[in-house]
């Protein structure tokens, strides 16, 4: 299943930022289990991460979580 699924369900619901750290985590899963990696690919793949841990501040400062070790 696709980002594109995930996300309406809880867009407007959450923060923008929780949508934002949640499409950027659900696209690292999805690069990630590629069978073949290049080096377009392993930089989609940092990209992801970079958002994710850019935009994850939301859970812990919402409250939502006050700790997690997500990649």
């Known amino acids: 299943m696709s980002v594109q699924v ?28 590629c069978d073949i990696h290049d080096t377009c690919s392993l930089t989609a793949l940092d990209n992801a991460l970079q958002r994710f841990h850019h935009h994850r501040e939301i859970f812990c400062t919402s409250g939502i979580r006050t700790d997690f070790n997500l990649p």
Do not use: R
């Open 6 to 33: 995930y996300l309406p369900a809880i867009e407007g619901y959450v923060p923008d930022k929780a949508v934002q750290a949640m499409h950027a985590f659900i696209e690292f899963c999805y690069i990630a289990q």
